[in-house]
């Protein structure tokens, strides 16, 4: 009962830091590897040669290691969920089961989630969203799990970026800090409307909205 209360504690706030480190570890793994095996254009910071054994055996690696953390992750979630079960308490009705079916749903799209945010550049969200609704997660739920997901690969290659000298900082200082502005303003009308009406559905028709005009811009404009 007394690691119950300490869980329950824990998810009041967001320092979950045993979780967090996971994330965070994953993260440096990333631009390491990102700064290790090099690209096309930037070839390694160590010598690296693109298709080598090093190369390859570096990607292998990392794999290994991003598969090991997801079980680590998964088990101590799902003993989280069983103690709450076996007490009554502290499990929400929009809670995903990591059992069965909804287990293997919810890491095979995160994978695709991945792809798609690392080889078409749509951000994660365009996958997790309707994932995690489609899973009985509330709007706001789903919206801020998404956003969160994507902050640590987008922010390793960022950071990849920046260190390879191919990132114009002042363009994105600007573009982000509209970025911001939109976001909170975005937040604040959105709540307002939720409020008002009653209802999570006008996020949900956002989200709608905002994937279909992904879906069209992104081949119009790729070309």
């Known amino acids: 009962m007394r690691q119950l209360q300490k869980i329950a504690k824990r998810e009041k706030t967001h320092l979950q830091w045993k979780k967090q480190f996971?994330?965070?570890f994953i993260f440096g793994i990333l631009m390491f590897v990102n700064l290790f095996r090099g690209s096309k254009h930037n070839p390694s910071i160590f010598g690296i040669k693109r298709?080598?054994?090093e190369d390859w055996g570096s990607l292998v690696i990392y794999?290994?290691?991003c598969i090991l953390l997801s079980w680590w992750a998964i088990r101590t979630v799902?003993?989280?969920?069983?103690?709450k079960i076996k007490h009554g308490g502290g499990l929400a009705d929009s809670d995903v089961n990591l059992t069965g079916g909804p287990l293997v749903k919810l890491v095979s799209m995160s994978f695709v989630g991945g792809w798609v945010s690392g080889a078409l550049g749509l951000g994660g969200g365009s996958i997790f969203n309707p994932l995690l609704l489609s899973m009985g997660c509330p709007p706001q739920v789903a919206s801020a799990t998404g956003m969160y997901m994507i902050i640590f690969s987008t922010g390793a290659s960022s950071m990849t970026y920046i260190i390879e000298g191919q990132l114009d900082i002042a363009y994105g200082v600007w573009v982000g800090g509209f970025n911001v502005v939109g976001t909170l303003l975005g937040m604040f009308l959105l709540?307002?409307?939720?409020?008002k009406l009653g209802r999570k559905s006008p996020l949900v028709i956002l989200?709608?909205?905002?994937?279909?005009i992904s879906a069209v811009a992104v081949p119009i404009f790729g070309l």
């Open 51 to 53: 298709c080598g054994l």
């Open 22 to 24: 996971i994330n965070l």
């Open 63 to 65: 794999c290994v290691i």
């Open 191 to 195: 709540n307002t409307i939720m409020k």
């Open 78 to 83: 799902k003993w989280e969920q069983k103690l």
């Open 207 to 212: 989200l709608s909205f905002i994937l279909g």
